[in-house]
């Protein structure tokens, strides 16, 4: 194998010199613009001659003068040295990950906002990375995942499918939040108790979420009543009706973030953290036994850290 690559690397070198030769039209000035010793230049051109099995110059002293073939050599060399002249540099720029392509999907909740702003981050002193972002649901971008449609996805570890033995996961935990309006009396609170929520109407997911399951059992836990009003497919929805002050809610902490990053100075709600505890998970899924991409491996190394941080920062309740 060193002797294929060492034969390439060779070649290249050869060709190079040529074309140098061919456009100065002397060797000396060909050694002094590739930094080289005349006697090296010589011996180059002596080489790839000899490989060839053809003379490409005619000797009259110290000029060379180049027969036709060495005209048609000049052509299909040059396209093969700019074309290997732009492997090296694209090859440059994804060892150095400042080019590529991401192509990422994400649940709805991080795509409205956290995932816009860190990939924009994330690429803002890369020009040459091209990102795809789709938006689908959990299920969705587990079977995308697997079919190796995408180079990374983003989803909650609920609904665990056939399809995570086609995925590498990388998951992250919380705790959810109460999301309640700020105006509501319990929104004072440190930490607030299913018992304090005991009748109170509540925004939930769908009964077939995780989350559904573990707000139920905190409930039942502390003998509370679980009033559901409203139930919906996503979290970020259900904001709409904390801000009326109809519901509260038992929230993820990312969908807590989405929602603070949207609003701004203007949000009306507040998310204070709840007991007893209810687990939430997010996973970053990669396609099974399909290595990463320098970029896509360190965008997942950014995004977990991204992630961990913002958990940490809600959970304390920053």
Known sequence: MFSIWYDVWMN??????????????????AARNLHRTQPAISASLKALEASLGIELFQRDGRR????????????????????LKSAESNLSGLRDRTSGV??????????????????????????DVQVTFATRSSPQIRSLIAAQSFDLGFCDTSNTLDQDLLCDSENLF???????????????????????????PMGVLQPNHGTYLETTRAFAERDAQFNIRIDAQYFIPL???????????IVDVLSAESYLSSRGDQ???????FEPAVPFGYSILTPYNKPMS?????????????????????????
């Open 294 to 318: 320098r970029l896509s491996g360190a965008f997942v190394v950014a995004l977990r850290d991204r992630v961990e941080n913002i958990i940490k920062t809600r959970q304390s309740g920053s």
């Open 267 to 273: 949000s009306r709600i507040r998310f204070v953290p």
């Open 12 to 29: 290249f070198q050869q060709l190079t010199v040529f074309r140098e030769v061919m456009k100065t039209g002397s060797v000396s000035d």
């Open 174 to 200: 919380c705790k959810c939040l109460c999301a309640l309006h700020m105006d509501h009396p319990l929104a004072k609170r440190d930490v607030i108790q299913a018992e304090d929520l005991d009748g109170v």
């Open 239 to 249: 904001f709409h009706f904390i801000e009326a002050g109809q519901i509260c809610s």
């Open 64 to 83: 060379l003068l180049p027969v036709p073939e060495a005209y048609y050599l000049l052509s299909e060399a040059s396209e093969i040295l700019d074309r």
């Open 102 to 127: 991401l192509r990422i999907v994400a649940m709805p909740g991080p795509s409205a906002h956290i995932l816009p702003r860190f990939v924009s981050s994330f690429i803002d002193s890369t020009p």
